[in-house]
């Protein structure tokens, strides 16, 4: 860009240039795109939240696996007893008190359990669709920190651009005055702007209430103060379109988004669950292994010991459940079903949003040079229309009109710059392959310059 004059001139000249060139703070004082990315990564909550549902994924496979590992328990009892037993010619044993004990150490290997099996497979399933679905939170974060980073700076650059509206207003006032005072000047021209500087200096209070807004937005995000943001450089060389067609970037939504593999993800354990709920019309069959020891366990082993151990197959043949194996096989089928339209629904949002951010990247490149082109346009304008209204030829209001159009026209410059970052950054996320160095190469861009 070439709009680095910021001295001498009109009052419009000033306020024109302040809004991109306006007076640098010292650097330690600033917070960069980066800083503010890693402070969320360490505080944001919902990054949290995302961290601590990450953590809870990653037990599924552990759950799962478990199903078809081999079981061990172990049982210890220990007793005192009392006990009196008469024998069928009516003798009495009085045995009084006496001490029993068992013991007993047991392994439960499944060998044909498909309900087992499948359950393992869903594990690895929700593990994996854990694993992407954080993958794509770290992603989003990326993109929600410069939207709260930007639409902090764009509040805070409103108030700098209202600020200098009103002392080119109060520019324009004094020399309406002086002009009334000597004669070739108006009233109605002092009340044009008297009353048009009231006006903006409502908007200011509305813009700082709003810059305040977005700036504690972005420090709930954070979790840190926020002092002043790095501002986008003024003469920055601006990034340059998408090579890529609007086609390759699609295909990379269903190859590389997190979110779309993850629903493929829950899809699988989906499939698994109807596996798993169809085997409860299945036999199961378990290898069984006990060893125990007993003392005195019954009033027949009184003052005996013994040790057995105990290798069988268990077998379980499921007859009659109500119909609820049936109900279960449904709700899971209607259940895989929801899966699918979930990941059709959501591919088909992804594309729509896809290609509007795409088409807003590539455009903002020509909106920006036509912003600029505009912007030098309105500054001359401004500064001819003064002349103008000195000679008189050009009235108050024409001053008045073209130092809000130059103001509209800043406003839409850097609005646009915003907005392509943000697409390009977009862009990426949803083909699901952002990472850190595409956020510090936007980073660059911001930066204040004396």
Not at 288 to 313: A, E, F, H, I, K
Not at 345 to 374: F, G, K, N, T
Not at 438 to 449: S, W
């Amino acid at each position: 860009m070439q709009l680095r004059r910021c001295a001498g001139g009109w009052a419009g000249v000033a306020m024109s240039m302040l809004f991109l060139c306006g007076p640098a703070s010292a650097a330690d004082d600033r917070m960069g795109l980066m800083q503010a990315y890693e402070a969320a990564l360490a505080n944001d909550p919902k990054f949290q939240w995302a961290r601590a549902a990450r953590q809870e994924g990653l037990e599924y496979q552990a759950l799962g696996r478990a199903r078809v590992l081999p079981t061990v328990s172990a049982v210890a009892s220990s007793n005192r007893n009392r006990a009196e037993v008469t024998d069928s010619n009516g003798r009495v044993d009085n045995r009084g008190g006496y001490a029993s004990s068992t013991s007993s150490l047991q392994l439960r290997q499944p060998l044909y359990d498909p309900g087992a099996w499948a359950a393992r497979d869903q594990g690895i399933a929700r593990t994996a669709a854990s694993e992407a679905l954080f993958a794509s939170r770290e992603q989003e974060l990326m993109v929600r920190v410069f939207d709260a980073y930007s639409r902090a700076l764009l509040a805070a650059e409103e108030v700098r651009l209202v600020q200098a509206q009103l002392r080119a207003l109060d520019e324009q006032l004094r020399s309406n005055e002086q002009r009334l005072a000597g004669g070739e000047g108006t009233r109605t021209d002092v009340l044009e702007t008297a009353s048009k500087r009231s006006l903006m200096q409502a908007h200011l209070v509305v813009a700082q209430d709003h810059a305040q807004s977005e700036l504690n937005a972005l420090q709930a995000m954070i979790g840190v103060p926020v002092g002043t943001l790095e501002r986008l450089k003024a003469d920055g060389a601006g990034v340059p379109p998408l090579a890529d067609s609007l086609d390759e970037w699609r295909a990379r939504v269903l190859t590389f988004n997190s979110e779309v593999e993850s629903l493929k993800q829950a899809i699988a354990a989906a499939r698994q669950e109807v596996v798993r709920v169809e085997s409860g019309h299945l036999p199961r069959l378990e290898l069984l292994m006990s060893v125990g020891d007993s003392q005195s366990d019954t009033t027949s082993t009184y003052q005996q010991s013994s040790r057995t151990g105990t290798v069988g197959l268990q077998l379980n043949v499921p007859l009659y459940a109500g119909g609820a194996v049936s109900a279960a096989v449904r709700q899971a089928l209607a259940q895989l079903s929801k899966a699918e339209a979930d990941l059709a629904s959501r591919v088909a949002e992804l594309q729509v949003d896809l290609q509007r951010q795409y088409r807003v990247q590539r455009s903002s490149v020509q909106r920006i040079e036509a912003l600029v082109a505009a912007v030098v346009t309105s500054h001359t304008l401004v500064d001819a229309t003064r002349r103008s209204f000195v000679g008189g030829e050009r009235t108050n209001v024409d001053v008045l009109d073209s130092q809000e159009r130059l103001a509209q026209s800043i406003r839409d410059l850097i609005e646009a710059r915003y907005q392509q970052l943000f697409a390009g950054l977009r862009v990426r996320q949803l083909a699901g392959v952002l990472q850190e160095p595409d956020l510090r190469a936007v980073a660059a861009q911001f930066g204040d310059r004396p």
